[in-house]
């Protein structure tokens, strides 16, 4: 035989040489669970080995994570039920916990960057990421306002990147008008352009306790068995001037990023959501999996799909693993 493939994976070294796909802490982007309050530091259960932070212990947690090569982290509110209402009004108030969070991180490490969640669920008594009216009805039209007001007071406490995650029509191109007319033109925007109603949100639906009071997300959020929908969610947040577009969830739609790469010249990222990591970590604890090598399988199998950059519980973990050859599990 003049051709033996297994030549290229004799060692280690060589193995390295014909490695097609690599992946760098830099691509990560890290979910944090925030609350108002001090000395808190409160495990998901459903999701182990994350937490609700509040800023006093949450600041260490981030410089521990930047010494390992992580720089960018996403924000999500644990918002008191007596703080919320139809209109999500204290998603730009003034005294909003989540805001003076992002200022402090900001002031704290000027060097990092900071995502934000754009939608009304976290906020909203109904539970839903749009206004919803009297006719349990979800209005398109009425929630583009309130998605740009929360941007803006986002962008203003020093968000470098927005990400609307709520699947309105027309949110980005709301969004980035109010953001420009307020000199905001620099912060990003990272629509979340195809974000399927999966059954793999769980466990972020309890970390925030924003799960919807009554029906479901199926009117707004995308169908799993779509693919060419989301080319046409994608062409939509394209021209209305998405910097970076996400397909949510990561694993079951691997091909609907890869669909996206092939498709847009910018960048494409994927979250690995709550349920995907639940998942894994479960049959870690089992004993079924080994975390040190199902985890960063997990993640680069993301990466070869043509994510260019990937929101995940594991990105610490996956940092510790690229430093020291290992995670404590």
């Given at each position: 035989?003049?051709?033996?493939?297994?030549?290229?994976?004799?060692?280690?070294?060589?193995?390295?040489?014909?490695?097609?796909?690599?992946?760098?802490?830099?691509?990560?982007?890290?979910?944090?669970?925030?609350?108002?309050?001090?000395?808190?530091?409160?495990?998901?259960?459903?999701?182990?080995?994350?937490?609700?932070?509040?800023?006093?212990?949450?600041?260490?947690?981030?410089?521990?994570?930047?010494?390992?090569?992580?720089?960018?982290?996403?924000?999500?509110?644990?918002?008191?039920?007596?703080?919320?209402?139809?209109?999500?009004?204290?998603?730009?108030?003034?005294?909003?916990?989540?805001?003076?969070?992002?200022?402090?991180?900001?002031?704290?490490?000027?060097?990092?960057?900071?995502?934000?969640?754009?939608?009304?669920?976290?906020?909203?008594?109904?539970?839903?990421?749009?206004?919803?009216?009297?006719?349990?009805?979800?209005?398109?039209?009425?929630?583009?306002?309130?998605?740009?007001?929360?941007?803006?007071?986002?962008a203003q406490a020093g968000a470098d990147i927005i990400g609307p995650s709520d699947m309105m029509d027309g949110r980005v191109a709301a969004i980035r008008k109010a953001l420009d007319e307020k000199d905001f033109q620099q912060v990003s925007i990272m629509s979340y352009t195809a974000k399927y109603a999966s059954a793999f949100y769980?466990?972020?639906?309890?970390?925030?306790?924003?799960?919807?009071?009554?029906?479901?997300?199926?009117?707004?959020?995308m169908n799993p068995a779509n693919a060419m929908e989301a080319l046409r969610e994608a062409k939509l947040d394209y021209e209305e001037g998405a910097d970076i577009m996400m397909v949510k969830p990561a694993l079951p739609y691997l091909d609907i990023i890869a669909l996206l790469k092939n498709n847009f010249d910018i960048p494409i990222?994927?979250?690995?959501?709550?349920?995907?990591?639940?998942?894994?970590?479960?049959?870690?604890?089992?004993?079924?999996?080994?975390?040190?090598?199902?985890?960063?399988?997990?993640?680069?199998?993301?990466?070869?799909?043509?994510?260019?950059?990937?929101?995940?519980?594991?990105?610490?973990?996956?940092?510790?693993?690229?430093?020291?050859?290992?995670?404590?599990?």
């Amino acid at each position: 035989m003049l051709i033996r493939p297994r030549r290229n994976r004799k060692s280690a070294v060589i193995r390295a040489f014909a490695e097609e796909t690599q992946l760098g802490a830099e691509r990560l982007i890290y979910p944090l669970f925030v609350v108002d309050g001090k000395n808190i530091q409160t495990e998901v259960q459903s999701l182990p080995g994350n937490y609700r932070w509040s800023i006093d212990l949450l600041i260490p947690e981030v410089e521990k994570c930047m010494s390992l090569g992580i720089h960018s982290f996403v924000l999500f509110p644990a918002v008191n039920e007596s703080l919320k209402d139809k209109w999500a009004s204290y998603s730009f108030a003034e005294d909003n916990f989540y805001l003076d969070i992002l200022r402090k991180l900001k002031k704290e490490f000027p060097e990092i960057c900071l995502m934000t969640d754009v939608a009304m669920d976290p906020y909203n008594s109904d539970g839903h990421d749009g206004y919803v009216n009297e006719k349990g009805e979800i209005e398109n039209d009425k929630t583009l306002p309130i998605l740009s007001k929360m941007a803006v007071a986002q962008a203003q406490a020093g968000a470098d990147i927005i990400g609307p995650s709520d699947m309105m029509d027309g949110r980005v191109a709301a969004i980035r008008k109010a953001l420009d007319e307020k000199d905001f033109q620099q912060v990003s925007i990272m629509s979340y352009t195809a974000k399927y109603a999966s059954a793999f949100y769980g466990p972020f639906r309890d970390a925030l306790d924003s799960a919807p009071k009554s029906g479901d997300k199926k009117t707004y959020q995308m169908n799993p068995a779509n693919a060419m929908e989301a080319l046409r969610e994608a062409k939509l947040d394209y021209e209305e001037g998405a910097d970076i577009m996400m397909v949510k969830p990561a694993l079951p739609y691997l091909d609907i990023i890869a669909l996206l790469k092939n498709n847009f010249d910018i960048p494409i990222a994927a979250y690995n959501v709550s349920g995907e990591c639940a998942m894994l970590t479960a049959a870690c604890q089992k004993g079924w999996l080994d975390f040190n090598k199902a985890m960063p399988e997990m993640l680069v199998s993301i990466r070869r799909a043509g994510a260019d950059v990937i929101l995940t519980y594991f990105a610490k973990s996956y940092a510790e693993w690229m430093k020291y050859g290992k995670t404590n599990f």
